[in-house]
C-alpha cells in the first residue's frame, strides 16, 4: 500500500511502498519465495530510503544474475521510484555468510614499500618465432 502524506488542500502526496516494489522484483528469482525478508528505515527529512534484503544463499546467484545484471536492474528500477518522488532509495544486500577476506590485497601493500601501490609487472615474454615454410 502506497504511503500516503497530506499536502494543502485537496493535494495528496503518494510515496511508493519500495518494500513490496522490491519484493515484487525479487521474488521471481527465489526457488523459496518465503525466505526473502525485506527491512526498511526511512528517513523522511532527507528523504532517504533504505532497504535491507535477505534470502536463502543459494538463490543468491539467481538474484545477482551474470555479471550483477539482475541485481542492478533491480537497484535501478527501485532507484527510478524513488527519483520520479525526490527521494533516495538504497538496497542492501545480505547473507548469512561472513564476507571472504582476501589476502592478495595485503601482501600487495606490504611487499610494495614507501606506499607505492603500483601492481608489480610480469617480465615480459620474447615474441614467438615463426618458422618459415
Known amino acids: 500500500m502506497p504511503n500516503k502524506t497530506k499536502l494543502s488542500g485537496d493535494q495528496v502526496a503518494v510515496s511508493p511502498d519500495y518494500e ?3 519484493r ?3 521474488e521471481p528469482f527465489l526457488e523459496n519465495p ?3 525478508s525485506i527491512n526498511s ?3 523522511p527529512q532527507s528523504k532517504k530510503v533504505w532497504l535491507r534484503v535477505a534470502f536463502d544463499q543459494g538463490d543468491r546467484g539467481k538474484v545477482f544474475g551474470r555479471g550483477g545484471r539482475n541485481i542492478q536492474a533491480i537497484r535501478t528500477t527501485i532507484q527510478t521510484a524513488a527519483a520520479a518522488q525526490g527521494e533516495s532509495v538504497f ?3 545480505y547473507s ?3 564476507p571472504q577476506s582476501d589476502d592478495s590485497g595485503h601482501r600487495e601493500r606490504s611487499s610494495s ?3 607505492n601501490n603500483r601492481k608489480r609487472q610480469s617480465p615480459s615474454r620474447p615474441a614467438p618465432k615463426i618458422a618459415k615454410k
Request: aromatic fraction near 4%; charged fraction near 20%.
Open 20 to 22: 513490496q516494489l522490491a
Open 24 to 26: 515484487f522484483l525479487i
Open 34 to 36: 518465503q525466505s526473502l
Open 41 to 43: 528505515e526511512v528517513n
Open 91 to 93: 538496497l542492501d544486500i
Open 96 to 98: 548469512d555468510e561472513p
Open 113 to 115: 614499500g614507501g606506499g
